[in-house]
């Protein structure tokens, strides 16, 4: 069968883009067999704090569960730590350096952070172990994560043909291409969790109020066109794909009808406080019982060390270890 592996990082709180070009996808598409996971262990490759982490990592499990993602189909990374820790010293054993530090995400971003974790260099690495630990046959993934996912071919194969068949060689798939949500208060970037400046970045947890006032904060230009021109008018564009991605039309209908900016700030509101409203209110929920909560992401992780036991017992005795 096909199992589709996804992940989520949590880096911040989960924010408008992840949901609407994310999970609320998955919650739709998703079959059995499909896999979503909160990769805690990723979101330690840059200084962080560890109080804050466990607690974002919670809220993002919750989330996932509130959006309506069967549980048995959800884990936290950080629950197999011992099994990926396994997993990814053989591949890293299985990796060149030379591969790993041409990754485009690894220059870029060592690039900016003089001593950054060494762990930046080598996550595509966990990343892999991942996908290989849980058999995942696709990875839908974005242009910058598909380098990622070819990494993850190339040491499956190579292990397999040095030491014996036990990977699933996964591919990377296209992911039905949602909106791109942009930063309200500087729509020249991507909407991101992990963005220092919160005031163009809507939660999925901030407060109907809190959503208000930044949308009406939000930037525009001073045109005064109410017109789908994502090259000449990228703020009010950026205010369109999410009314349109709120309510289900295209972005040049969901302009139509429409005067001012004004107005367009009041649906844009409306839709978003109206589509977070019931995620919202079910994380709370969610969060409220965490014995459930704790029950659930036991479970899950339990199913997904069962996913990978045999596997990595495996490698590791074809690697002449365990
Ligand atoms: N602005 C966005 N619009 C649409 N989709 C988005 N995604 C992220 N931002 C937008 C999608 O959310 C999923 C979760 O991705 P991730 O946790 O691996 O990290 P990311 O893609 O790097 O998301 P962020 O919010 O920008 O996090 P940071 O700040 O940590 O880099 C992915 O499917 C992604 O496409």
């Known amino acids: 069968g096909v199992t589709r592996l996804s992940g989520i990082t949590p880096s911040g709180q989960v924010q408008l883009g992840n949901y609407l070009g994310a999970i609320r996808r998955w919650a739709r598409d998703n079959t059995s067999g499909d896999l979503y996971f909160v990769s805690d262990l990723h979101a330690m490759t840059v200084p962080h704090n560890p109080a804050k982490l466990r607690a974002l990592t919670r809220q993002q499990l919750a989330v996932l569960v509130a959006a ?13 730590v011992r099994e990926l820790g396994a997993l990814t010293w053989l591949l890293e054993c299985t990796c060149s350096y030379g591969e790993a530090s041409r ?8 690039n ?4 950054f974790r060494l762990g930046l260099l080598t996550y595509p690495v966990l990343m892999a172990a991942d996908i290989l630990a849980q058999g995942a046959t696709e990875v839908p993934v974005g242009d910058d994560q598909r380098q990622h996912v070819e990494l993850a071919r190339a040491l499956a194969r190579r292990f397999n043909g040095a030491y014996g068949e036990v990977f699933v060689i996964p591919e990377a798939t ?14 020249s970037r991507k909407m991101s969790k992990s963005a220092a400046d ?6 999925v947890l901030d407060s109907p109020d809190l959503l208000r006032r930044k949308i009406s904060r939000a930037v525009t230009d001073n045109m005064s066109r109410v017109e789908y021109r994502p090259d000449e008018q990228r703020g ?20 139509r009808d429409i005067e001012s900016y004004a107005e367009l700030k009041g649906a844009v509101a409306d839709a978003v406080v109206e589509t977070l409203r019931p995620v919202r209110e079910r994380t709370e929920e969610i969060l409220a019982d ?33």
């Open 68 to 80: 309506g993602l069967p549980t048995e189909a959800l884990f936290v990374q950080s629950d197999l």
């Open 103 to 110: 990754m485009t995400q690894f220059k870029e971003k060592s």
């Open 112 to 115: 900016s952070s003089t001593g």
């Open 174 to 187: 296209l992911p039905p291409n949602g909106a791109r949500i942009r930063d309200l208060a500087e729509p």
């Open 198 to 203: 919160t005031s163009g970045i809507l939660s």
């Open 236 to 255: 009010v564009a950026n205010l369109l794909d999410i009314l349109a991605a709120c309510t289900g039309t295209c972005a040049t209908d969901a302009a």
């Open 290 to 322: 965490p014995a459930e909560l704790d029950r659930l992401r036991a479970a899950g992780a339990e199913r997904a060390r069962q996913r990978c036991a045999h596997r990595l017992n495996s490698a590791l005795r074809l690697a002449g270890v365990g």
